[in-house]
């Protein structure tokens, strides 16, 4: 809620965006101009949905590529069923997946103990590409792979997808 008391300018009264932490497993949607954010993304990815006409955006940060073999648990620990998830969470605010878009970053192979076949990070991008190609969104930004971790900022009111990496600079999708 805005106050005027005339002592302020009115640039001065503008609220920051509320700063909502996603963590790992776990996924936030909003319709307002908040903030999400999430650190930690190794071979995790954290995949951004933004939908323009409704403003509505939502950031799940997933772990693992398949909830195959798991009863119950943590549907946005993983990619297959955590893009969903965040899909229908974003339907049920009024967004459209015929104009949602996606960005994704993280998969990188931090360490790979993997002998005979790909590494969790690289599973785990080719499960999220799949999964957002089951439901026809676009992925309008990427940045994945490598070997360096990252951190997310979903700025809800446009779209914008800000990547800081450990050893680069960060990049804006």
Same mark, same amino acid.
């Given at each position: 809620?805005?106050?005027?008391?005339?002592?302020?300018?009115?640039?001065?009264?503008?609220?920051?965006?509320? @700063?909502?932490?996603?963590?790992?497993?776990?996924?936030? *949607?909003?319709?307002?101009?908040?903030?999400? &954010? &999430?650190? $930690?993304?190794?071979?995790?990815?954290?995949?951004?949905?933004?939908? +323009?006409? %409704? $403003?509505?955006?939502? =950031?799940?940060?997933?772990?693992?590529? %398949?909830? +195959?073999?798991?009863? $119950?648990?943590? @549907?946005?620990?993983?990619?297959?069923?955590?893009?969903?998830? =965040?899909?229908?969470?974003?339907?049920? *605010?009024?967004?459209?997946?015929? %104009?949602?878009?996606?960005k994704i970053a993280g998969g990188s192979d931090m360490l790979d103990f993997s002998?005979?076949?790909?590494?969790?990070?690289? @599973?785990?991008?080719?499960?999220?590409?799949?999964? =957002?190609?089951?439901?026809?969104?676009?992925?309008?930004?990427?940045?994945?792979?490598?070997?360096?971790? @990252?951190?997310?900022?979903?700025e809800a009111d446009s779209g914008d997808l800000v990547v800081k990496s450990a050893n680069t600079e960060?990049?804006? =999708?």
């Open positions: 809620m805005k106050v005027y008391d005339g002592s302020q300018s009115e640039s001065a009264q503008e609220a920051k965006p509320e @700063r909502l932490k996603v963590g790992i497993a776990e996924y936030e *949607v909003t319709t307002d101009a908040a903030v999400l &954010t &999430t650190s $930690g993304l190794g071979s995790c990815i954290g995949i951004a949905l933004y939908d +323009e006409p %409704t $403003g509505a955006a939502g =950031l799940v940060h997933i772990m693992l590529p %398949t909830a +195959e073999d798991v009863e $119950g648990g943590n @549907r946005a620990k993983f990619a297959d069923t955590g893009v969903t998830e =965040l899909v229908e969470a974003l339907e049920a *605010v009024g967004a459209s997946t015929s %104009t949602m878009q996606a002998e005979n076949g790909s590494s969790i990070g690289s @599973r785990n991008l080719d499960q999220v590409r799949a999964t =957002l190609s089951e439901f026809d969104i676009p992925i309008a930004g990427e940045d994945v792979g490598g070997d360096h971790g @990252r951190s997310l900022r979903l960060s990049v804006v =999708l």
